[in-house]
């Protein structure tokens, strides 16, 4: 049987380089029925944006990227009593391994995982015995909602040359600088150290 597409948790892409895993879908998953459908996705274009115009190899467009979450149910405040995120211990069930490696293990070079749930459950997946092998790198980075980017622990509160972030009163540019230093930490991991902006500072 084929994977189902789309659903509020995965959406099948074309480019097998790179793929991405959030927590869950929320509200606007369901309601749209595609994974990153709110404020999320729209982090996730400006982030994608910024590595293509850094001119980073393999970089898929939005359409071309293959979606998926940590836990493939729906969760959200007003539905779960205020539970937002999946247990650990629920997306490293078998079950739900299982059915994450249908969904991204044949990605060839970097699972992108966003937030604490996608890299629990993406470390699960290359550590867990019994789970089919996987070829790519994990690649770590805060959850790209707005919460996730200005939350204290993302560590996002200086831009890539070591500028406060909060010294801008236009919110769409401190949103920006913020992926930014997302971008940056991200080819870090990468080892595509030749595609950081010069002048970035090391702590980025």
């Known amino acids: 049987m084929g994977i189902p597409n789309n659903t509020p948790h995965f959406e099948q892409g074309s ?20 994974p990153a459908a709110g404020e999320t996705g ?33 969760i959200y405040e007003e539905a779960d ?15 739900n391994l299982e059915r994450l490696w249908r969904e991204v293990g044949t990605t060839r070079k970097w699972l992108i995982c966003s937030g604490a749930s996608a890299q629990t459950a993406g470390n699960a997946l290359l550590s867990t015995p019994g789970t089919p092998t996987m070829s790519c790198k994990i690649i770590e ?36 600088r913020r992926l930014e230093v997302v971008a940056v930490r991200m080819l870090r991991q990468m080892g595509l150290y030749g595609y950081i902006p010069l002048g970035a500072i090391e702590s980025t």
């Open 15 to 34: 480019n097998n380089d790179l793929a991405i895993v959030f927590s869950c879908p929320g509200w606007f998953e369901q309601f749209h029925v595609r």
């Open 42 to 74: 729209r982090n996730l274009e400006i982030l994608l944006e910024i590595l293509q115009s850094w001119q980073v190899p393999d970089v898929p467009s939005r359409a071309e990227l293959t979606i998926s979450n940590a836990w493939d149910q729906v």
């Open 141 to 176: 980075i805060p959850h790209l909602s707005n919460q996730g980017l200005n939350t204290r622990s993302a560590l996002l509160n200086k831009d890539l040359f070591g500028n406060s972030v909060a010294a801008n009163k236009q919110s769409h540019v401190r949103k920006r």
């Open 81 to 95: 009593s205020g539970r937002t995120l999946p247990e650990d211990n629920w997306v490293v069930r078998p079950e």
